[in-house]
C-alpha cells in the first residue's frame, strides 16, 4: 500500500490551495484518514481528520479555514486551504489507517510529505 500527496506549492497570504492524497496497493477498506503539517524547528501539528463516514475534526488554528473531504472510490482524501496564513507553511503528510487483503486489523500507513510554502 501506498499513499502518493500532491498539490503543494507557493501561494500568496489569503490564498487557496488543495493538497490531494491517494492510496493504491491491495485495500479493502480505509477508515480513518487525516493530514498532518509540520513547520522548520516545530513538531508536528494534526490539521484535519475524517472517518469513513464523514465526521470531521480540526484544530482552532485550521477550523474555519481548512476542509478536509474524501471520494471512497478513488481511495483518495483532499484538504482544502483557504486564506491561508504565513504561518500555515509547512510541509503536509497525510496517513490512513487501511485494511489491506488478507489482513485482519486495519494498519496505519503514511504519505511523503508535500511542501506548502504561504509568502508573498
Known amino acids: 500500500v501506498q499513499l502518493q500527496a500532491s498539490g503543494g506549492g507557493l501561494v500568496q497570504p489569503g490564498g487557496s490551495l488543495r493538497l490531494s492524497c491517494a492510496a493504491s496497493?491491495?485495500?479493502?477498506?480505509?477508515?480513518?484518514m487525516r493530514w498532518y503539517r509540520q513547520a522548520p524547528g516545530k513538531q508536528r501539528e494534526l490539521v484535519a481528520v475524517?472517518?469513513?463516514?464523514?465526521?470531521?475534526v480540526y484544530p482552532d488554528s485550521v477550523k474555519g479555514r481548512f476542509t478536509i473531504s474524501r471520494e471512497n472510490a478513488k481511495n483518495t482524501v483532499y484538504l482544502q486551504m483557504s486564506s491561508l496564513k504565513p504561518e500555515d507553511t509547512a510541509v503536509y503528510s497525510c496517513?490512513?489507517?487501511?485494511?489491506?487483503?488478507?489482513?485482519?486489523?486495519?494498519?496505519?500507513?503514511w504519505g511523503q510529505g508535500t511542501l506548502v510554502t504561504v509568502s508573498s
Open positions: 496517513n490512513a489507517n487501511i485494511r489491506q487483503l488478507g489482513k485482519l486489523d486495519d494498519t496505519l500507513h
Open positions: 496497493g491491495s485495500i479493502i477498506s480505509i477508515s480513518v
Open positions: 475524517i472517518s469513513s463516514g464523514g465526521s470531521t
